[in-house]
């Protein structure tokens, strides 16, 4: 196999710092930046624990395009895999031009970099968000575009510019559609770790269990699902994090730019998410029924089959194997990373 030198924006995040060990696993040679504006520097020593080597790091703003083009070029990197940005949907409702700002004119900057650089590959971190919740999963990546939020519409105009750049240039470029990113490496050195009260499912779910928070609300259970509850396709960040190294490797094979999900096709209700953590946690997850909260779709679950024909990958993990693994990240981390 042919490695190759990657860099990762927002490499300290909860994904970008699995994909950094999945990569390095592989063979390829790793380095980042990131401004901690969501994440630790602890994450760099516990990486470097896990692969046994310190990666280069920077600290460095995706909105300084003349310093990240020389971190480029002095790491001589061939691809870039782009994670950095906010990710909060309320957040983005309530600050749109912060979001629009660092994840659209940052995306801008990074690609100006590269330019300046002469790096031509970038596997850019796109969402589900970016699908019209009415419509029926599995959701193929033709399905109708129609995000409901400031956050979806970033993702969207970025994979535009990032295939308007493509076609333009001899940029490639590959827009990876995340669906519900969860688990932890089964190291336990490194996982979620969210600000706050988490926005996310399983976070949550965990924080109860590990009895930071008293229960957990179900937002809704007269859905149009087997158990009344929303259906979502949680993907271990783990089999993410491989997609991600399928993805570097496919921008060779590439003309221009593609557009890919990363899910597992698999749908599970709030129900069964609760019921899988108690079985990994050993103990019971007090859970109580409030109202349906605006926006939320029944049902949200991939087709993996373009990321199968294309990349020659597909998930191999279960919901309940990213129960054991978040569950065992949260148990011995219990404030993540300021524990450390
Ligand atoms: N976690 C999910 O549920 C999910 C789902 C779909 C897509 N995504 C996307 O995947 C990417 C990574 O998500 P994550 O869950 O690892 O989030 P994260 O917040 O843990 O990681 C993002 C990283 O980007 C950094 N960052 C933010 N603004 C920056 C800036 N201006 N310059 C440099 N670094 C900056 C943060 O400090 C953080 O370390 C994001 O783009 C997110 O939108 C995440």
Redesign the pocket.
Known sequence: MHTLNVAL????????SHIAIALAEHGHWVVG???????SPAVLDRVATICDTSMPFAE????DTDAIASFLVTNKVDAVI??????SVAESVAEPLRYYE??VA?SVSLLKAMEQANVHGIVF?????VYDPNQTSPLGEDAVIGPINP?GHT?IMVEQIINNAAAASSLKGINLR????VGAHPSALIG?DPVGTPN?LMPYVMQVAVGMRDEVSIYGDDYATPDGTGVRDYIHVCDLADGHVAAVNALAKISTSDTINLGTGVGSSVREVIAAAERAADRDIPHRVVKRRPGDADMSYADPSRAEHRLGWKAQRTLADACVDHWRWQDQNPHGYTTS
């Open positions: 924006t927002g490499v300290t995040g909860y994904i970008g930046f990131d401004n901690f504006a969501n994440s460095l703003d995706l909105a782009h994670l950095a940005g906010l990710k660092t994840n940052g971190s796109s969402s589900a968000t956050y993702k995340y669906f519900n990113p979620e996310n």
